[in-house]
């Protein structure tokens, strides 16, 4: 009989401590490099995280990648095997992002990552059924701009973006808005991220004498060619992606950007927003929660794809604790299950709805246009 009643006692305490095993996050970002600009206030929305969801204590391990692909990779796979994390939030870039799908579906855990590109995500197939996202897609985005330059009365625009797989999948996106538009690509231009010059280019760019330019990369390094056209007196309208909607692009590029004109999430302006927006309360909700951190005028675009990256799992974590323990692959698919399932759920940057063929799950109310007017951003309604 006591040897029975110890067995007893035994198990009810391997339950209770079953019951009360931590929810491991892997986070790896480009908290250092090129990408920096849009790593750190990602890694600052980490820290803003709640600690604990659905009764469960949640531990972030932080990785920084330096903006280097091997290296987001090495963290994916040491966060995997020796932190044995239940899902993964990263990286910043569209390159890591891609580089870093192997290794997850492998292993079989959820990630959502905060870069761009739709490629991150589509075509769906075995691979990226683990692998979610939070940013805008290139098209919704390109649509944008495209709609804009048709509204401006612009036949002609000229392209240069990132020589990596942002700045292709940029290029091809745009191609196919530009067309249905009527908008015709007169140049095609590509730079690295670390280049010090874009003199070559942009000579080329003018050449063409385009009606305007869309530069399609992110971050600082977005406002080399912006400076160089500005050199060369080019006086047509300029257009950036989403990928630059920081503070740091504003300060770096100065009067050079102003007049820019580029789509974003609508947490950029979120404070100028129609009060009948629909995502104006969730986003003032994240700036208010940044800015109360870091300090007025803090809050970033990129910091917000890593705290919507935080709501979609979130609300997952309670749907797959119904089913597994954390720490465990039953958990994690679950959690993948879960975050298939999310419903008109409001973000910073948009209403998420997935499925399990949209790992997105944004629509259009998740973009808006922008203007650089004075060194600041403007809401174009």
Known sequence: ?????????AALVAIAGQALADINVGVTVSATGPAASLGIPEKNTISLMPTTIAGQKVNYIVLDDASDTTKAVANTRRLITEDKVDVILGSTTTPNSLA???AVSEAQVPMISMAASARIVEPMD??????FKTPQNDIMMSLAIAAHMADAKVKTVAFIGFADA??????GEFAKAAGIKGISIVANERYNRTDASVTAQVLKLVAAKPDAVLIAGSGTPSALPASALAERGYTGKVYQTHGVANNDFLRVGGKN?????LPSGPV????????????KKSAMEYVAKYEAAYGKGSVSTFGAHAWDAGLLMAAAVPQALKKAQPGTPAFRAALRDA???????????GIFTMSPNDHLGLDQRARVMVKIEKGAWRYVP
């Open 268 to 279: 950029l302006v979120a404070d100028q927003l129609p009060a009948g927006h629909p995502v």
């Open 100 to 102: 870093m799908i192997d």
């Open 339 to 349: 975050l298939e399932q999310v419903k008109e759920l409001p973000g910073a940057h």
């Open 126 to 131: 075995a691979k990226k059924r683990w692998v």
């Open 1 to 9: 009989m006591k040897t029975l009643k110890t067995l007893a006692a």
């Open 257 to 261: 950007v102003e007049g820019t004109f």
């Open 166 to 171: 942002y700045g292709e999948g940029w290029y």
